[in-house]
């Protein structure tokens, strides 16, 4: 299947997370992207243009392409993962839009871990960058989160400019601000970040800029052609079968159905697979890749997956893994793990609580020992069995899950051993798994 892929894949596939702080217009510019391009036809938009005037909300009509619940339109917000399918000149693109709103990062977390390269959105209104940048706001988390979770190149939209009067002052200002943020403090590698300015409600410099004003000094790409230009994700396609599993449901009277992206190896149709933790064997009898029938999917595809065995929707919970019988994933509840504290006001010491985050499992943990506190650029010793952690630290600790969970080494699986640790509603930690214990 690998090699069949390598051959025939006739353009690079892409995920691609759209995030940013509440407000910042995120749904907006992405629906009105999809406009643009012809994804979404002109009768659609009408059709949300008048359904969005009679709730009063005249302003939201392309963010309703992708916000389609009644509960994400009465709110005005995003609560839930969608997605979008779209091609441009040299990519196939799946488009993944995230919640913004601090009460749904277990949502964007789900999404960002599915994606292979990001676009953050920040608004350029003045007071709202500072309320979402540089106050308690959601930018500075999901940039954190975003390069814990594996993405390495990102599109920062700077939306909203033209309430700024197009103004080159304020774009500069802000690209600063946050181009040193995700570089010092998030790990990203400057020359992976890309900066655009946008408006997601005028349209401008999303498929083609026309604003006069912005044209006298921004002379780069629009945002469909910096999504275009990007790298191709790695595929790691020679690496034993690994999809986490994210959403199910039981179809007719035997099949089970199971949603996820294949984050390593290969799958065909009437291939035998592990389900893990419960260590069920069955049998792939349906297959979908990116919503269209196929016969074979491989790392970096979408799939829905349809399982046929002595296996039950009730037995099966989000963040469940799909394995090759004969090499499983190890299932433990003790991990040792490297962790980077974030920006902590209260020091972690033995016995600290929170919730562990990979993918889509969310599963209570406690910090059970603090083994030693290291150098986090360079891994080396700086003091053994420390008394408590602090703020912008790195250290070794050991983890103690409530449960067994499906887990790799972070050396042998980028996916199943990277993780986050949140607690009140705040993202404390990230890190990596380094050994598990027999």
């Not at 035998?272 to 990116?290: F, H, M, R, Y």
Request: proline share 4%; with cysteine.
């Amino acid at each position: 299947v690998s090699d069949f892929f390598r051959v025939g894949c006739e353009s690079e596939c892409g995920r691609w997370s759209l995030l940013g702080h509440v407000d910042a217009g995120k749904s907006t510019l992405m629906g009105h992207l999809l406009s643009l391009i012809g994804v979404v036809d002109n009768r659609t938009i009408r059709k949300y243009e008048r359904e969005s005037q009679q709730a009063g909300k005249g302003s939201f009509a392309y963010a309703w392409v992708l916000d389609q619940t009644a509960a994400e339109r009465e709110r005005g917000v995003t609560v839930d993962v969608s997605s979008f399918n779209f091609e441009t000149e040299n990519r196939t693109v799946t488009l993944l839009d995230a919640p913004g709103h601090r009460d749904f990062v277990p949502n964007m977390i789900v999404g960002a871990a599915q994606a292979d390269c990001a676009v953050l959105v920040v608004d350029a209104t003045p007071g709202e960058f500072e309320t979402g940048f540089e106050a308690d706001g959601q930018t500075k988390e999901h940039a954190l989160l975003l390069r814990s979770l594996g993405v390495t190149q990102m599109i920062v939209a700077v939306n909203k400019l033209d309430a700024a009067f197009w103004s080159q002052a304020r774009f500069d200002e802000i690209v600063e601000k946050v181009n040193h943020f995700l570089t010092q403090v998030a790990g990203f590698s400057a020359k992976k970040l890309h900066f655009v300015p946008t408006s997601g409600l005028d349209g401008e410099n999303l498929v083609w800029r026309k604003n006069e004003t912005l044209s006298e000094w921004y002379t780069g790409e629009p945002l469909i052609r910096l999504i275009d230009a990007l790298e191709p994700p790695e595929r790691q396609l020679d690496k034993d079968l690994s999809m986490t599993i994210i959403d199910f449901w039981k179809s007719g009277t035997r099949s089970l159905m199971v949603v996820g992206k294949i984050d390593a190896g290969t799958c065909q149709m009437n291939e035998n697979v592990l389900v893990q933790p419960i260590n069920e064997i069955a049998t792939i009898k349906a297959l979908e890749v990116n919503g269209q029938n196929a016969d074979w999917a491989v790392a970096g595809d979408q799939v829905t997956i349809g399982l046929v065995g002595q296996i039950e929707a009730q037995q099966i919970a989000s963040g469940f893994i799909i394995s090759h019988p004969a090499h499983p994933a190890k299932v433990k509840e003790t991990l040792e793990a490297r962790i980077v504290i974030f920006d902590i006001e209260i020091p972690i010491i033995p016995g600290y609580q929170a919730t562990f985050h990979r993918q889509s499992v969310s599963e209570a943990v406690t910090i059970s020992k603090l083994k030693s506190i290291i150098d986090k650029n360079n891994g080396k010793l700086i003091r053994k069995r420390p008394r408590a952690l602090t703020r912008n630290t790195a250290a070794m600790v050991t983890l103690l899950l409530t449960r067994p969970i499906p887990a790799q080494p972070y050396s042998l699986s980028r996916e199943l051993g990277r993780f986050t640790l949140r607690n009140s509603g705040r993202t404390i930690a990230a890190g990596v798994i380094t050994e598990i214990p027999e």
